[in-house]
């Protein structure tokens, strides 16, 4: 694919030569409540710090005038409304992320429909902003999941590492077709710091890496951060000195998800069946 792309200068907007989307689960308990034993209060209860984590992240992302997606568990929003409504206020996204962390790929077409409505309806209610992106719980999707995202109207998901570039999916002809954000494991803090516990310099480096060969073919880097991981203490200096180094740098493109699909869709795009 990719012989009718734009070269990089202009795959992005003028004066950037790469994209960094920092995106935010805030999955509250519900993430580790679904794959730990319900008396594993060793690993749930480390999620009790999701409040302080997304206060942490939210200074931080202030204190560089930057612009990130927060995909919301359903449940966590209502149990925490306040932040919900300080993340909307600082200009951030918020975006769907399943009601409760239930794996997609174990629910009918139908239950995943509903679940979806229910996450929206709770967060545009929370919000008062209309959430129009999706990343789908431990990126446990299955071919029902983008299709019920088109049938909601949604513009984004954020589920299928399949590049380093968005592209556009129809799984549903009649439907506008979604772009699809390209996330990673290795762009993801519970893999860096809960599966292997890296010091926070040694992430910084995997990330200032990958980020600097995506600069050079003018990709883009999706992070995935939870408040409870990333939003401690050490870690969080991770993801402050990528920013710091990105901004640095002058022409990476830091900002909401939304935005970057937006970019995607009205200005390259892609003809989903040369995918
Ligand atoms: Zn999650």
Redesign the pocket.
């Known amino acids: 694919m990719g012989d009718a792309r734009p070269s990089g200068s202009e795959r992005w907007p003028a004066g950037y030569r790469c994209a960094l989307s920092v995106t935010i ?1 805030v ?1 509250g308990r519900y ?1 580790e409540a679904n794959y730990r034993p319900a008396d594993d209060m060793y690993w749930i209860s480390q999620t009790a710090y999701d409040p302080r984590g997304t206060e942490r992240l939210l200074e931080l992302l202030a204190d560089r005038e930057t612009f990130a997606t927060f ?1 919301w ?1 359903g449940r966590a929003a209502v149990d925490h409304p306040m932040h919900v409504r300080s993340a909307v206020a600082a200009g951030h996204e918020i975006a769907l ?1 399943s009601w409760d ?1 239930r794996p997609y790929n174990r629910m009918t077409p139908q239950e995943q429909r509903a679940d979806m409505e229910q996450s929206l309806e709770a967060l545009q209610r929370i919000s008062g902003m209309t959430p129009v992106g999706h990343k789908t ?2 990126w446990r999707y299955d071919e029902a999941t983008h299709r019920v995202a088109q049938e909601l109207g949604l513009l984004w998901v954020m589920d299928e590492p399949g590049g380093d570039l968005p592209y556009l999916i129809q799984p549903a002809s009649t439907f506008p077709p979604l772009v699809q954000l390209p996330p990673s494991r290795w762009f993801d803090d519970y893999t860096l710091f809960v599966d292997h516990v890296l010091p926070p310099r040694h992430a910084f480096e995997l990330w200032r890496d990958d980020l600097d060969v995506l600069r050079d073919e003018a990709g883009m880097m999706c992070l995935t951060l ?1 408040p409870f991981v990333s939003g401690r203490p050490g870690p969080s200096r991770t993801l402050a000195w990528l920013l710091d180094y990105a901004i640095d740098l002058g022409d990476v493109w830091i900002d909401r998800a939304d935005r970057m699909a937006r970019w995607w869709s009205g200005n390259v795009g892609d003809v989903p069946d040369s995918v």
Do not use: R
């Open positions: 689960d999955d993430g995909c568990v992320h962390h719980a431990s939870h």
